[in-house]
């Protein structure tokens, strides 16, 4: 008899086979090769791309796909952006603002879904401070030495940051009020109010400062009168019919 033997991979094949005039019952096929069910799950491996740079306030769109997975599982996607707000599960490809400027360490972290978890890779989101955007101010006539209320709203992308202001009553001669703004969110508002001894048109300014000191200005002008405003009177006198 004669044997052939064949090697592909960790597969060892050994043929035996007779001479042409051997029963079938001579030939003997045996089979060598590994247990595929003690083989390993390979874990995947996290790529975030980036650097990322924006402006608070912009949207990012990062990028998680050139992560990926020895064993072509499906991947489990975990962001972290480094601004101390958690996220369950979620895209490869997320898209995320910034509340306040600075540099954030971004970290993805995937999962094959059969134990097998990647080690957390890094990268870093530049975030650029974005000036406050000062609105008109409302402010009714007043009269004098009569306080009213005059109200300026303003803008801010960054909606982490945190405000002062400058009231210039009589701008620009320097009769100011200063203070800090109350209230978060994108869109604030500055509540005054003021008196003014003498008749006349008045300008007046509102300042805003970030915490990055940059700021916006607003003008108005607001009208002080003479005399308190009074609610006309009508006088009916006796009517005979």
């Not at 405000?163 to 508002?189: C, I």
Request: charge should be negative; aromatic fraction near 10%.
């Amino acid at each position: 008899m004669k044997r052939i033997a064949a090697l592909t991979g960790a597969l060892a094949m050994a043929l035996w086979l007779g001479s042409c005039t051997d029963s079938p019952a001579d030939l003997t096929l045996e089979l060598n090769g590994p247990d595929y069910s003690t083989l390993v799950n390979q874990p995947p491996v996290a790529d975030p791309n980036g650097p990322y740079i924006a402006d608070e306030g912009q949207r990012i769109q990062f990028d998680g796909h050139g992560s990926y997975d020895l064993d072509d599982d499906p991947l489990h996607f975990f962001w972290d952006f480094g601004d101390g707000r958690t996220f369950p599960e979620g895209p490869p490809d997320p898209r995320y603002s910034y509340g306040d400027n600075g540099e954030y360490s971004v970290s993805l972290t995937v999962e094959d879904g059969r134990g097998g978890t990647s080690g957390v890779s890094t990268t870093t989101a530049t975030i650029a401070n974005v000036a406050p955007n000062c609105g008109p101010i409302t402010a009714y006539p007043l009269p004098i030495n009569t306080e009213g209320p005059i109200r300026g709203d303003f803008m801010d992308p960054g909606w982490r940051d945190t405000h002062t202001y400058e009231w210039d009553w009589d701008y620009p001669h320097g009769d100011t009020e200063t203070g800090e703004v109350t209230g978060s969110g994108r869109f604030k508002s500055v509540d005054g109010s003021h008196s003014y001894p003498t008749e006349g048109t008045y300008q007046i300014q509102l300042t805003v400062t970030d915490d990055d000191g940059a700021t916006c200005a607003t003008q108005s002008e607001v009208l002080v009168i003479a005399e308190k405003l009074q609610k006309p009177s009508i006088e009916i006198s006796d009517v005979t019919i």
